[in-house]
């Protein structure tokens, strides 16, 4: 099972930006795409932004023109930038990774996690 090494996050204002960056470690695998997921307390888990290889991306209705999802292929890491931030970009982001590995298929990881907060 790979590990996603996930870092960026914490505490901004109103305004404000962020960043995070995920990485999927590992020589032999195929990433597919590399996406953000976010939970607030109390809400179900919704897509943020998603990147795959030839950089296609798909990004929320709430976060069009304020985020920025990018790839680094070389490197197997994707960043996502927050821009103009709002209090409810409040939440815990989790990275997910679709990727071909070993000569299996569509496998599929999440991250642990990493808490945003925006205050007023």
């Known amino acids: 099972q790979m590990n996603l090494v996930e870092s960026g996050g914490g505490s901004a204002q109103v305004g404000g930006s962020l960043g995070l960056s995920c990485a999927a470690p590992?020589?032999?695998?195929?990433?597919?795409?590399i996406g953000w997921y976010r939970q607030a307390p109390g809400k179900q888990r919704e897509l943020v932004a998603v990147i795959n290889t030839v950089g296609t991306t798909n990004y929320a209705d709430s976060v069009k023109d304020r985020f920025t999802i990018s790839i680094e292929k070389g490197k197997n890491t994707a960043y996502l930038q927050m821009n103009n931030l709002k209090p409810e970009d409040t939440a815990v982001y989790y990275c997910n990774v679709e990727f071909n590995s070993g000569g299996i298929w569509n496998q599929n990881v999440w991250g642990q996690g990493t808490q945003v907060t925006v205050s007023s």
């Open positions: 590992g020589r032999t695998i195929e990433i597919k795409y």
